[in-house]
C-alpha cells in the first residue's frame, strides 16, 4: 500500500514564525501535491512538484514556498505565518499517468495564534 | 479550465434509505473524475474513480457513480445507508489530460445518516 506520511498531526505557531510541514511517501511516485482544507471550500492546492527540485505555483501560492530536494520528500514552508494561514494542510502523491489515484497524508492542523 | 459544483452541503438521510450526492463538472476534454470520503478526523480515502472506461463505476462500501456526458455529471449513489456512512465527501476532476495531475475539488457534501 502506499503511505504518505505528514510530520505532525497537530502544530501550534505564533503569528510571524517560520513554519515547516514536512511531507514523505514511499511508493517512488514523481508527483506530489500541498492542498490546504477549508470547510466549505473543499480542497485548495497551494504548490505540486513533478521532480526533484521542480516546483509549480498551485491555485493558492501567496505566503507559502516549497522544497523537493528528495524524491519522496515535500516540504511546505510558511515564512512568516500569519492567522489566516489556520488551516489543515494535506499533502498527496500521485504515479505519472492518466486517471492515477492521488494518496493523501492524515493532514497537519495547523494552528496560528 | 476544470471546475466542479456539489449541488448539496449538506445531506441528511434515514438509516436503509438510498443515498444521492449530486455532483457537476465542467472540463475542456474528456475528464478523470473521483469521488473521495473523509471520515471526521481521517484522511481521504478514494471510493471509486471514472477513467473513460464503463460509465457506471462501483466503489468500495457499496458506493457506485454513473458518468453522464451529456449531463457533465457524476452523481455518486448508495441503495441503503449506513451509519458509518456519514462523512463528508468531495467530487473532483482531473485538471491534466495526460498524467492525472491537478485534481479540481468540490467544496464537498456533508452526509448525516439518522438511526
Known amino acids: 500500500d502506499v503511505k504518505v506520511t505528514q510530520s505532525s498531526r497537530y502544530l501550534v505557531k505564533r503569528t510571524g514564525e517560520k513554519v515547516f510541514l514536512e511531507c514523505v511517501q514511499d511508493?517512488?511516485?514523481?508527483?506530489m501535491f500541498w492542498y490546504r482544507q477549508d470547510p466549505g471550500l473543499g480542497l485548495r492546492l497551494i504548490y505540486f512538484?513533478?521532480?526533484?527540485?521542480m516546483k509549480e505555483k498551485g491555485d493558492i501560492p501567496e505566503g507559502y514556498s516549497v522544497s523537493r530536494e528528495k524524491k519522496e520528500r515535500f516540504s511546505l514552508i510558511l515564512e512568516s505565518a500569519s492567522t489566516n494561514q489556520t488551516s489543515m494542510y494535506l499533502c498527496a502523491s500521485i504515479a505519472w499517468g492518466a486517471g492515477e489515484t492521488q494518496y493523501f497524508g492524515p493532514g497537519t492542523r495547523l494552528l496560528v495564534l | 479550465a476544470q471546475s466542479v459544483t456539489q449541488l448539496d452541503s449538506h445531506v441528511s438521510v434515514s438509516e436503509g434509505t438510498p443515498v444521492l450526492l449530486r455532483c457537476n463538472y465542467s472540463s475542456s476534454y474528456s475528464p478523470s473524475l473521483f469521488w473521495y470520503v473523509q471520515h471526521p478526523n481521517k484522511g481521504l480515502q478514494l471510493l471509486l474513480k471514472y477513467t473513460s472506461a464503463a460509465t457506471l463505476v462501483k466503489g468500495i462500501n457499496g458506493f457506485e457513480a454513473e458518468f453522464k456526458k451529456s449531463e457533465t455529471s457524476f452523481h455518486l449513489t448508495k441503495p441503503s445507508a449506513h451509519m458509518s456512512d456519514a462523512a463528508e465527501y468531495f467530487c473532483v476532476v482531473s485538471a491534466a489530460p495526460n498524467n492525472g495531475n491537478k485534481l479540481v475539488f468540490g467544496a464537498g457534501t456533508i452526509l448525516r445518516v439518522k438511526s
Open positions: 512538484s513533478y521532480d526533484v527540485k
Open positions: 511508493m517512488d511516485h514523481e508527483n
